[in-house]
């Protein structure tokens, strides 16, 4: 490692970043006249850091979560190295341009993990590093190259929630390989971070059993603490509150001059060591703090020859080497056009070379070579494929009467005992309801995953329990605790096994479907970085009855059609499940495919039967069939998707001889319908194919005054949109408010879904043909 060549790349690092984000707020075409921004400050904190260690530090199979405001930083990286390009720079947040956060899905440069809702990134570097324990302990994984999973981290970042929930999960799985490195620059968007927060934020992790590395003072320092009157300065030092030490950096050389002799002078050695250097050399050294100071960073990682999980604590300047550096309101601040060009002599950069890879560095071709020999660089894009696992056929389970929740746990025991491809890349988990939610089956067959075997000790005691839980390293299920963040940070690890790691896995998680929402940040996060997974909510909505409406979902149907990356489904019947679930499983391996949501129920229904016809797979996977088809004279259309189903069809057979040709229609992904009709207009309205969607084809032969009885266990706007389609006239009966105990019966008779309350919706059609009581 030369240092001098870390020094360089520091020192272009700082420049390209804070240039990018001066042409986009200040040079670049702005029409709207609204702050671009792009964080200059909280990129120069991080500058030292970032270049120990990507240029001495990381190896290929090594990956990072760079700090959502660092992302300047990153891509100035990526393009020292010849991974970005200038236009993407000089568009950097904006059309096209190199993105505000890291993205793996929008940007062209190599990210490892997304980045953006903060503590979300750094959440999920855990998570991967237990997967990759988890795909190393397999036999077929066991030459995946062992790697760090390394956040950059902003010390506001660890006012998350999510971030302290992770540690527990990551100490009861035996987490390694993880580093996390905290710029401890104190201060955040709204202030400056509270004095002594760090100390106890310390003694979490020890809690957890990481090693916490602090780096406080850089070589400069260091070596002043060294001479006489060092051991003053440095009690000064970690006496001074936060906001003081800010301010004098803001302030500069002379201002810290004053103080420290106003505090320290006439003390002999330690008045001496302040004279013996000019206001610039005073400002560098009270300046370099560890986390400024590229090797003591270098020398802080190369020292660490263990696995444990390590966070180092980095103190650094908040915008440190530029004017800003300091000043309280830095975080969204800028430096004015007045600002850049003095700091731009002083970085010695000449107009009309501020874009040049190699302006200022003194021996280029010897900076080249070093560069060509950075181990992380040098084997180029470092995300790898993985081939895709053949989907069997899936059965349905035949039986007479079953709720989808059972028979999902059916046709996933059913792939437990095949013990195919298909099985063995599958990894379950859930937030502590894998009882309650039908993984038992699998997780009895599949066993539980732990590096280290634990033997299940009520088994050995020979007490009787449906549970047979063995832990051991070739299991396929990872138990986790009553958090939801938690278990989508580990689908979302997971579901990018095949890019980081090399090999797929098939992550299937369940979670009581009303507290989809209590993960809901980290299910965007997930979907945004093209993660892939099965995510099963169930039991949903009111159905749920006895449980009452803190255990009911409303919402869940609508966060199924609005969120990207992920289709959603809510299947009635058993067959339909099976058919999805066979879907599911190449959706997520194909290279256009995504994540799928399950929306199940506890609620056993009768069955029609097994149904294995090209048109009704097609249908269930395109979004409806028709279960009834309309006659020509069809007055009325009830449509409904999941469990209200027998309510449905129990109105519509009460009412086939009082209304001509009434048709069922059975909508089995809202979100599917409703994607295909969206990308249908859009298409025809750009002048391509004018072909109709499966939706606009179902309702193609329903007459034009005929009305659509709409009803789902949920919120009614999520079937209410058919309306549009061809301009129906819609009643949507669904859940609107939260429940409360009682039966199944009571709870649709209170919310007006059940069949009497169908059949007097279709009432209202017509006033004055009154039908008997049902």
């Known amino acids: 490692m030369s240092v001098s060549h870390l020094k360089t790349v520091e020192r272009r690092l700082l420049w390209l970043s804070h240039w990018m984000i001066h042409h986009a707020n200040h040079i670049r075409p702005n029409p709207d ?88 990134g750094v959440a999920m570097t855990a998570f991967a590093s237990i997967m990759q324990d988890y795909v190393r302990a397999k036999t077929w994984g066991a030459a995946v190259p062992e790697g760090r999973m390394v956040a950059l981290v902003g010390d506001a970042e660890m006012d998350e929630g999510n971030v302290y929930e992770c540690l527990q999960e990551g100490w009861k799985n035996d987490l390694r390989n993880c580093w996390w490195i905290i710029d401890y620059n104190r201060q955040s968007l709204d202030g400056v971070v509270r004095e002594g927060l760090w100390g106890r934020i310390e003694k979490i992790f020890d809690a957890f059993g990481w090693e916490v590395v602090r780096l406080k003072y850089g070589r400069l320092q260091r070596a002043a603490f060294a001479e006489p009157g060092g051991a003053a300065l440095r009690d000064w030092i970690d006496a001074c509150p936060n906001q003081l030490y800010s301010a004098l950096t803001f302030q500069g050389g002379k201002v810290w001059r004053k103080r420290l002799m106003d505090d320290l002078g006439d003390q002999g050695e330690v008045s001496a060591l302040i004279e013996r250097r000019s206001d610039d050399e ?148 859930s937030p502590d309801v894998t009882g309650t939610t039908s993984l038992g089956p699998w997780v009895n067959r599949r066993k539980l995953f732990a590096r280290s075997p634990q033997e299940d000790l009520f088994r050995k005691a020979q007490i009787p329990s449906t549970a047979k839980w063995d832990f051991a390293p070739d299991g396929q299920h990872l138990e986790l605790g009553i958090a939801e963040m938690n278990l989508f940070l580990a689908l979302a690890a997971a579901g990018l096994s095949h890019s980081l790691f090399g090999e797929r896995l098939l992550p299937i998680g369940t979670v009581y479907d009303p507290f989809v929402a209590r993960g ?129 069809i129990a109105a519509a057979g009460f009412l086939a001889d009082a209304r001509r040709d009434i048709g069922v229609l059975a909508v089995t992904s809202a979100d599917r319908l409703h994607a295909q009709w969206s990308s249908a207009l859009v298409e025809r309205a750009r002048g391509g194919a004018q072909q109709l969607s499966p939706v606009e084809r179902l309702l193609a032969g329903v007459p034009r005054d005929c009305a659509l009885v709409t009803a789902l266990d949920g919120h009614p706007l999520a079937l209410s949109w058919l309306g549009s389609v061809s301009g129906h006239r819609v009643i949507p009966l669904g859940v609107a408010a939260f429940g409360q105990t009682g039966t199944i019966q009571d709870l649709y008779r209170h919310f007006r879904i059940d069949r009497d309350a169908i059949w007097q919706a279709v009432e209202q059609l017509t006033p004055g043909r009154r039908l008997r009581s049902a």
């Open 33 to 120: 006249g609204i702050k671009v921004g792009g964080h200059q400050a909280s990129s120069a904190s991080m500058v030292s850091i970032m270049t120990a260690l990507y240029f001495s530090a990381l190896r290929p199979q090594d990956r990072v979560a760079v700090k959502p405001h660092a992302s300047p930083v990153f891509h100035a990286m990526q393009y020292l190295m010849g991974n970005q390009t200038r236009d993407k720079l000089e568009a950097f947040r904006g059309y096209g341009g190199a993105q505000s956060y890291p993205s793996r899905t929008k940007d062209v440069d190599d990210v490892d993990f997304s980045t953006g809702s903060v503590g979300l």
């Open 520 to 648: 809901h940040d980290a299910l965007n996060y997930a979907c945004y970085q093209d993660a892939r997974f099965l995510i099963v909510g169930t039991p949903s909505g009111v159905t749920l009855a006895p449980e009452g409406g803190a255990h009911q979902s409303i919402g869940t149907p609508l966060v199924g059609i609005s969120q990207p990356g992920l289709t959603s489904f809510e299947p009635a019947f058993a067959d339909e499940l099976s058919v999805i679930m066979e879907w599911a499983f190449e959706h997520l391996q194909a290279e256009e495919g995504g994540s799928v949501y399950l929306r199940l129920s506890t609620n056993p229904i009768e069955q029609i039967g097994p149904r294995s016809d090209e048109g009704f797979r097609q249908g269930v996977l395109d979004g409806a069939y028709w279960l009834r088809p309309p006659g020509p004279n069809c007055e009325v259309v009830l449509v409904y998707q999941g469990t209200v189903a027998p309510e449905v």
């Open 282 to 429: 005073l400002a560098a050294l009270m300046e370099n703090l560890g986390g400024n100071c590229v090797d003591t960073m270098a020398e802080a990682f190369a020292a660490i020859d263990h696995d444990r999980p390590t966070c180092f604590l980095a103190y650094t300047i908040k915008g440190w080497g530029t004017p800003i550096a300091g000043h309280k309101d830095n975080h969204g601040g800028l430096m004015t056009k007045a600002q850049m060009a003095e700091w731009q002599r002083h970085m010695g950069v000449a107009e009309g070379a501020e874009w040049d890879l190699f302006e200022t560095v003194p021996d280029v071709p010897a900076f080249r070579a070093f560069l060509d020999q950075v181990p992380f660089f040098r084997q180029g894009a470092r995300r790898h494929a993985s081939a895709p696992v053949a989907v069997p056929a899936l059965a349905a389970p035949k039986d007479r009467e079953i709720s989808t929740q059972m028979a999902f746990g059916k046709i996933l025991d059913g792939i437990a005992r095949s013990d195919g491809p298909l099985a063995e890349r599958i990894i379950t988990t």
